[in-house]
């Protein structure tokens, strides 16, 4: 009798228990979804299967991709919106570019806009302004988007922790022969199975261990971005350098311009007394070029030859004449401009994995159980 | 060697290619009698290892990569007949010139072989001498143990590279598999029934499912070889429109992207995903009718991040 009665009271309890809990969990519903609308860590919410199995059977509202996106190492913000690399506060180089982005536009617009607009023309800052937006915008850009992430498991063998011996292997492909050079195992392309993300990875697609996902043609991961460069982001990222670059170059030749003409009567010396922000202006300015000038030359010279910055880091590709060492790159078209347009106007097409598409309870988002060797 | 009958002589380079696609590290396929292993270390290419085995026997052409036209005919003999005569007509030789001696040739490398299984004849679950070759992989586009996922199998058709300079855009085998180039091919059935060739034979069982000797997969039931190209063709056609960088409308939509500060994109649907949204209607269309009625359908290749084209075919039962 006592242990029924005991029974009765625990079952009891539970009850109430969850009836709190069930209004809690409505109190608290509509805040939690602004604040996961807001920023998302995929892998915190629905990380189990079985969870996440009930939630699509039972409920009536749907779920989006990117809340079930836990197998990469990527947070997201505003339903899905922008994305970016988990654990940026390790490596918090994004804040800095942010940083040197806004700080040459608010030395401009605070020190010379309003001079340049009322003595030399508005054109001066309207131009200024184009540029500066259009790399603010670039950077955003190509930090925040999909640079081009391949959907898992699309490749899955029947044994799940097992990989057949045939799968390790690097494969080499013919590529087709215009050149008339003798065929041989350099002037082929190579594909290799990812274990990780479970394909055969095309090539120039990389696996990129920062944000765990297999990337279209990967340039490189950006630190500054905190994103990887891949095949659907490029475009912006050489904007954004591009754009990088001459924004701090205008911001030069009108710090250069403001000092020497000021006033036809006067000195530079005598300006530079009279103004001693335009000398800190012209040495900042200097220091905020010299980065996206690198980045640029090496960028437009990686292009023209058609080569990849992880694959010319890497050396396995032969970048010219120049380098002696590495092997024969057969994505180069011999064609300087073809090369060129290849690499800056890859159509951008539809991402493989829509992060803001409705969630099917298909592999293609699932983390499979790690490989025995 | 020259005292064994043809079949055993084509048993033989078969089993020996099936460990080689297994053991070593960098797999190359050339023309007949030339099975290349390296091992190409990372880092720089000077650390560049090889071994070239070229002594293999002439035959292996014949029972590996399924080309009986480039053999030497003279160590064959008059009385031997080509064993895989037939099935070998989908060879197109100009898409590899043969005037080029190290040629590499192209094969599904989605396809690969066990040798633990159950033998569907004898019953037997052991390590056999002969190998099965997985041409059908598990589901992923469908949910995990559901009764779609139980019901139905995957036929991955591989991208090739040989039609695209510097692989700009994605392009998918027009060949039905088991007809590639490097094609494994089962030997018995190459000579004894020349028609059976085409079709898939199963022969064991391996994880529950239904596997035969040669890359033959069984998409082949459902559609002919010059069906199967007529839609491979068609996709890769859509595939050129949409990812070709050197169209002059790409390079305009791209500029103008530029110049308005990447609002174009925003404004106007472009040209590369419009082509990709027909892309899709396409294959929805096919879905619901022409394939429909052979209970097949393709998975957009969307799906897969355009690595490959997946037929969805019905679990192979034994006939």
């Keep these: ?373 | 060697m020259n005292d064994l009958s043809p079949v055993e002589k084509n048993q033989q380079p078969s089993q020996a290619l099936h460990e080689d696609r297994g053991s070593s590290e960098f797999i190359t396929f050339h023309k007949p009698g030339q099975v290349s292993k390296e091992t190409i270390g990372y880092g720089n290419g000077s650390n560049v290892t090889e071994e070239k085995n070229n002594n293999t026997s002439p035959f292996s052409g014949s029972t590996i990569f399924g080309e009986p036209k480039n053999l030497n005919m003279n160590e064959m003999g008059d009385n031997l007949e080509l064993p895989t005569g037939t099935g070998n007509n989908h060879y197109d030789p100009s898409s590899s010139p043969s005037s080029l001696e190290d040629e590499l040739l192209f094969f599904n490398y989605h396809e690969y072989s066990v040798q633990k299984y159950e033998c569907l004849e004898t019953g037997v679950y052991a390590q056999h001498s002969h190998p099965l070759t997985i041409t059908h992989f598990p589901n992923p586009y469908v949910e995990f143990q559901s009764k779609q996922y139980r019901s139905t199998r995957i036929v991955r058709i591989p991208r090739i590279f040989n039609k695209v300079i510097a692989n700009t855009y994605p392009q998918f085998s027009t060949t039905i598999p088991g007809f590639e180039p490097a094609a494994l091919i089962d030997p018995k059935h190459s000579t004894d029934q020349l028609t059976n060739v085409n079709s898939f034979i199963p022969k064991g069982i391996y994880q529950g499912q239904l596997f035969g000797y040669s890359s033959v997969s069984p998409l082949s039931q459902y559609l002919t070889v010059e069906e199967f190209k007529e839609i491979v063709e068609r996709v890769n056609e859509f595939m050129k429109n949409a990812f070709d960088p050197l169209t002059v409308l790409n390079i305009i939509n791209n500029i103008l992207n530029f110049m308005t500060i990447w609002t174009w994109e925003r404004i106007i649907r472009s040209p590369s995903k419009a082509c990709l949204d027909r892309l899709e209607a396409f294959i929805e269309d096919l879905n619901n009718n022409q394939l429909k009625t052979k209970d097949i359908r393709i998975i957009s290749p969307r799906r897969s991040g355009y690595i490959c084209l997946d037929f969805e075919i019905p679990k192979p039962v034994i006939p």
């Design chain 1, 1 to 373: 009798m006592a242990t029924t009665r005991n029974n009765q009271r625990q079952y009891q309890s539970s009850l109430e228990m969850k009836a709190k809990h069930d209004a809690s969990e409505i109190r608290t519903s509509l805040l939690r979804r602004i604040s996961m609308w807001i920023l998302t860590d995929p892998s915190g919410n629905g990380n189990s299967k079985s969870e996440c199995h009930q939630k699509n059977s039972g409920s009536t509202t749907k779920t989006k991709n990117y809340e079930k996106m836990g197998v990469y190492n990527y947070l997201f913000c505003f339903g899905g919106r922008m994305r970016t690399t988990k654990q940026f506060y390790l490596r918090p180089y994004m804040f800095f570019t942010v940083f040197c982005i806004v700080s040459a536009a608010v030395i401009f617009f605070v020190f010379l806009s309003s001079w340049y607009w009322h003595n030399i023309s508005p054109a001066v800052v309207i131009m200024f302004s184009y540029i500066w937006l259009h790399c603010f915008i670039s950077f955003f850009k190509a930090s925040f988007t999909d640079p081009g992430i391949m959907p898992r498991n699309t490749n899955i063998a029947d044994e799940p922790f097992r990989l057949p011996n045939e799968y390790s292997n690097t494969i080499s492909l013919p590529i087709i022969n215009k050149s008339k050079e003798k065929l041989h195992v350099n002037c082929s392309v190579t594909t290799k199975y990812c274990p990780t993300c479970r394909i055969w990875r095309p090539p120039r697609t990389s696996h990129c261990m920062l944000c765990g996902v297999c990337v279209a043609n990967l340039d490189h991961h950006c630190i500054w971005l905190n994103n990887c460069v891949g095949s659907r982001n490029y475009s912006y990222f050489f904007s954004f350098v591009l754009m990088a670059f001459l924004s701090t170059v205008y911001l030069n030749v009108c710090s250069y311009y403001f000092i020497f003409h000021h006033h036809s009567n006067s000195t530079p010396l005598d300006i530079i007394k009279k103004y001693p922000a335009s000398l800190c202006l012209l040495i900042y300015s200097h220091l905020l070029m010299l980065y996206p000038f690198l980045l640029l030359l090496c960028h437009t010279y990686l292009n023209c030859v058609g080569l990849k910055t992880k694959e010319f880091l890497n050396n396995h590709v032969k970048a010219s004449t120049l380098f002696k060492t590495g092997r024969f790159n057969v994505f180069n078209t011999k064609n300087t401009l073809k090369n060129f347009i290849i690499g800056i106007c890859q159509p951008r097409g539809l991402a493989y994995v829509r992060a803001r598409d409705e969630y099917i309870n298909d592999r293609t988002l699932d983390k499979l159980p790690p490989l025995s060797v």
